[in-house]
Structures are given as C-alpha cells and as structure tokens.
C-alpha cells in the first residue's frame, strides 16, 4: 500500500517530508524511497530540452505520470497540471482527472488560484499549492518574499490556498526567514526547493540532485551523485571497446546449437 495524503499531512511537527521528482518508470522504482514522488513539469527541461517549463503539455504529463505509476510502490504521486491547463474550472478538473486517470494521486498548481484549486477538490482530487517563483509564468528566475510587503503577500496566498483546501504547499526560491513565517502560520505542511531549512518538508529535482543535468545549477542544488560524469566515461569505454572489438566478447555471445 502506497502512502496517502493524510500520511503526508500527519507528518507535518514531527517528521520532515522528502520529495524528489521523477518522469520515467526507471527512476521511479530507484526512488520509491521518498513520501512523494513528483512528476514535475521541470521534465520539460530535463526530459524534453526546452528553455524553461512554459511550454509542457498535457500529453506529455501524462506520459510522464503513467511511468511513473508503473514504478511506485511506496511514494504518493503528485503530477504537475502544466502551464494553460487550468485557465478555468472546466478545463482544470478534465485535466486534473487525466492526470488521475494516468496514475496520480494528487496534483499540482502554480499560484493564488482559490476558485480553480476549490473546483479541481470538488470533483474530488486532492491538491498541492505552489507559491514563491512560479516558473510556468515567471520572466525572471529571482528569490522571493524578500522584503516585509512581498513576505505579507505570500503569507496571505498561502492561508488563501489553505482556506481552499490544498494539502501541502510547494514553497519555491523563498526567503528562509518568510519562509518559517508561512510554515508557522497555516497548519498544511509546506515543501521547499530554495527556500532553507524551515520548510515541513525538501523537494529537490532528480536530475540536479543526482549531477545528471549539467545546463545549470542552482544555488539551492546539493548534488548527491556526479552521475553525468560517470556515464559520459563509462559510454567513452563502450566506445572505444566497439571500435578495438574487445566488445562483444565471447561471454556475451549466442552460438548455434551443434547438430548431431
Ligand atoms: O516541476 C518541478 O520540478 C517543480 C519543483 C521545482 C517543485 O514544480
């Protein structure tokens, strides 16, 4: 049995909630470790090669959460509703339900959007909020809540999703300081990527954390692995193998059955 939305608020004061995210069943299976697993539209960067997410579409998210789902034993999924896939309250529930219907458990939302969010948990999915950098619309990639009138702002979106019913905040590029005060101050637990220490909860993209996406790396990134270098060296061997016939060798080869 796979956890749930109620595992994962329960934890909010006493356990912290780990988040990675995850595009393809591989993946997910290595990862099934973490509370959620999400499917994020950052795979637009890292799966895709576009610039930024604005682009993602909903065909490609739910590719991307059928794998996952195929994966996960363990981890709740949550998968990204992609840029201009909740513009309103008809398209946000279709939507929110093809996501379902792929394999989710939950998904996600850029913004201070209390109608669509009270719309999508009506038709009886859950949701997680995400405040702070939107990158789905964002123009520049700058932290936020870093002065006392943005730190009111976000402060007053977040208790305005909670109201709405969201079941977790993603906060994102947040000041440490604003970020305690949201944490504090509504009773859902938040998850941080750049955000400090003081968040319920840490999400980190698989690609970053892992060394695998080498076009940036944010400040926030702490890289686990350098696994871009390990498969660039370990596909120069298989090269250079392929070229002076040391691969295949006689252990990886069929031979015909002697007739007698
Ligand atoms: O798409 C994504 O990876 C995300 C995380 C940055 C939270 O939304």
Known sequence: MHKTINDIIAKKGSKKISVVTSYDYTMATLCDQVDVLLVGDSAGMVMLGYENTAPVTMDEMVLFTKAVSNGRQNALIVADLPNKSYENEADAVANSERLI??????????????????????????????????????????????????????????KALQDAG?????????????TKRITEAVFVPTIGIGCGKDCDGQVLVIHDMLGLFEKLTPKFVKKYLSLSEAIKKAVAEYVENVENRTFPA???????????
Do not use: N, W
Request: glycine share 8%; aromatic share 4%; proline share 4%.
């Open 166 to 178: 969201v079941f977790s905040i993603v906060l994102e590029m947040v000041a440490a300081e604003t």
């Open 250 to 260: 006689e252990e990886h080869t069929f031979h015909m059955e002697v007739q007698k």
């Open 101 to 158: 219907r792929a394999g989710a458990d939950a998904v996600k939302l850029e913004g201070r959007l209390p109608d669509i969010i009270r719309a999508i948990i009506k038709a009886g999915i859950p949701v997680m909020g995400h405040l702070g950098l939107l990158p789905q619309t964002a123009k520049k990639y700058t932290v936020q809540g870093k002065t006392e009138s943005d730190a009111k702002v976000l402060l007053a979106d977040a």
